[in-house]
Structure formats: C-alpha cells, structure tokens
Nanobody, 128 residues
Framework: QVQLVESGGGLVQAGGSLRLSCVAS????????MGWFRQAPGKEREFVAA????????NYADSVKGRFTISRDNAKNTVYLQMNSLKAGDTAVYSC?????????????????????WGQGTQVIVSS
C-alpha cells in the first residue's frame, strides 16, 4: 500500500499563492504518475495536474495552465503543486493521487480511475 499525505492548504486572497505538498510513504516507482485533483462544493472531482516520477513529464488542465506548476523531489518522495494567481474558482479540496502510467504516459493520465492511491485531501479557499 502507498500512503499519501497532503498539506499546505488554507485560506488565501484572490491573486495570492499557495504551495501544496504530497508526501508518499515507501518507495516511489519510476513508472508511477503523481496527480493532483480537486473537488469544489457541489461539483465532480476534476483533474488539475500530473507528473511522472521518471523523466518529470507534466500535464495540466487548461483551467490552471500558466498559473499552477507541479514538481517533484524524488529523494523526499514529495510532489508539490505551486499555485499562483489564485482565483475564487480554484476553491476546492485538493487531493494527491498515484497511479501506474505505462511507457511515457502523461496526457492520458487525467482520469480518476487511472489512479490507485489517494491522499486525504487538503482544503484550499480563495476569497474574491
């Protein structure tokens, strides 16, 4: 079992920044993809960003492209989501997830069903 623990959520004003962290227990494998998803009140969970542990290829949802940056520190088993220029629409519970991505897959790793492990989530509230 892989355990994922998110942190870094909080309350921030529109235009501000926040950095989320996701620490994975145990080994992280080269064929794994780490993803960030979010779920706003009354809405379905949606894909935000993903990164491959091996090679570091990334993919972003159009809604966050240019504002959010996903990165990883393999030595620390940690994935980050740097969120800049935050908007009220970014308010959601953000969850970290891990799943196996065959080959060099990244753009296909946007579905919830492609991820096997999930963290508990961390709440982000952006005031307008």
């Amino acid at each position: 079992q892989v355990q994922l623990v998110e942190s870094g959520g909080g309350l921030v004003q529109a235009g501000g920044s926040l950095r989320l962290s996701c620490v994975a227990s145990g080994r992280t494998f080269n064929n794994y993809v780490m993803g960030w998803f979010r779920q706003a009140p009354g809405k379905e969970r949606e894909f935000v960003a993903a990164i491959r542990w091996s090679g570091g290829r990334t993919n972003y949802a159009d809604s966050v492209k240019g504002r959010f940056t996903i990165s990883r520190d393999n030595a620390k088993n940690t994935v980050y989501l740097q969120m800049n220029s935050l908007k009220a629409g970014d308010t959601a519970v953000y969850s970290c997830a891990a799943g196996v991505g065959l080959g060099n897959a990244i753009v296909t790793m946007t579905g919830i069903h492609k991820y096997d492990y999930w963290g508990q989530g961390t709440q982000v509230i952006v005031s307008s």
